[in-house]
């Protein structure tokens, strides 16, 4: 009986501390620092620490208000990896079957509900296009209980039905940043326009997804693997996952990336093209690169960049498969861990993480993102770990 008094008077202790977090009132206004009560754990729940809360593009669209239908007052972070620090009533267990206890290095699917009963769910095999979707740091009003579901804060709830994959562990929490969406992601795209043998590949951007498409390209044998971005810092890190070659399109036309493409493919182009960019811009150019009969596939266009024109007839006379992707389900953030794990000694997955935050830098760490400075910025709420 002492025992459990005790561990009673410890779980009231807990709930009395608060947790901060970093807020976005509303669209394009600074973020504020807010402290929020630890919520009561109920049954299938846990609370995580947050080792490190991963900067998306898709978080600076969000604070820009490009997202149609998010709510504010918004806590950010839907790519998190960090520590349980306390499990509900009753017993949870990780997407392998293993009970999850306290101390576990996990990360989460970063969807925190889906139905599994409407037609996306059941008919059209869709469930990132589900209504009822719900996801982490982008859905959730902070004002509503349990407010802390995002990642830019000191400590997460996870909701009853989230998805948790164990960390293993000889990969660090700045390996498994590379998790993210941005793997998972890149799983899904290249399952969508599948990878073979032999392939020419070209990735538009070399942010953290278009480096994961880099990645794959290079373990599913890809021949030839072309890397284009703006930033010179990144087409260097693409070159060590995977990239065999380089196109700054700062320094070079279109027309001049054409013509290198093809004469890297052997007259021809690229079998397939994927956007990750986030820039509608590239669209159009990605159709003008791609070879006749080849694949474009966009995966970047999680939030509204804008319009612009693509000419009809030159996709319909080039023959071309098109191909989307939007978002991810919880079997790539499976695949996602054990692809790191399996490939972690060959790729610098840590190298990912070249700008590390505070939680009362995360204004800055939005602007740092929006600059396309960093490559895999983090905020760590209580330091690296």
Not at 284 to 290: K, R, S, T
């Amino acid at each position: 009986m002492p025992v459990l008094q005790l561990s009673h008077w410890f779980r009231v202790g807990f709930r009395m501390r608060k947790s901060r977090a970093a807020v976005v009132p509303r669209p394009n206004a600074p973020l504020t620092v807010e402290a929020y009560k630890v919520p009561e754990l109920v049954a299938g729940s846990a609370l995580m620490k947050v080792a490190n809360a991963g900067v998306c593009g898709t978080d600076v669209h969000l604070w820009r208000g490009q997202l149609s239908g998010v709510p504010y007052p918004l806590i950010l972070g839907h790519e998190v990896v960090g520590t349980i620090e306390e499990v509900g009533p009753t017993p949870l267990s990780d997407l392998d079957g293993n009970e999850i206890n306290v101390g576990d290095r996990v990360t989460f699917h970063d969807v925190t509900k889906t139905c599994y009963s409407c037609w996306h769910c059941l008919i059209a095999k869709a469930p990132t296009k589900c209504p009822n979707r719900e996801v982490y740091g982008i859905t959730r009003d902070s004002t509503k209980w349990p407010h802390l579901i995002g990642g830019y804060a000191e400590y997460v709830y996870l909701t009853p039905g989230t998805h948790i994959v164990r960390i293993p562990d000889h990969v660090s929490f700045d390996g498994a940043s590379a998790v993210g969406c941005a793997l998972p992601t890149a799983i899904h795209t290249v399952m969508r326009s599948p990878l073979r043998w032999g392939k020419h590949v070209a990735i538009q951007g070399a942010g953290p997804v278009g480096l994961m498409l880099a990645m794959l390209a290079k373990v599913n044998g890809a021949s030839t693997i072309t890397s284009i971005d703006q930033a010179s810092n990144r087409l260097k890190i693409a070159s060590e996952f995977g990239a065999t070659h380089n196109l700054n399109i700062r320094e070079t036309s279109l027309e001049e990336r054409i013509d290198e493409l093809k004469e890297i493919t052997g007259g021809r182009g690229p079998d397939i093209v994927y956007e990750a960019t986030g820039n509608a811009l590239a669209v159009p150019e990605g159709i003008e690169l791609v070879r006749e009969g080849g694949t474009y596939t966009i995966c970047g266009q999680y939030t509204d960049s804008g319009t612009v024109e693509v000419n009809p007839h030159l996709m319909n006379r080039k023959h071309l498969n098109i191909r989307t992707v939007w978002g991810s389900e919880t079997t790539h953030v499976y695949q996602a861990i054990r692809t790191i794990s399996d490939n972690y000694a060959e790729f610098p997955f840590e190298k990912l993480v070249t700008h590390r935050f505070s939680l009362d830098e995360a204004q800055k760490a939005l602007e740092t993102q929006e600059k396309h400075v960093s490559v895999k910025a983090v905020i760590s709420p209580h330091g690296k770990e």
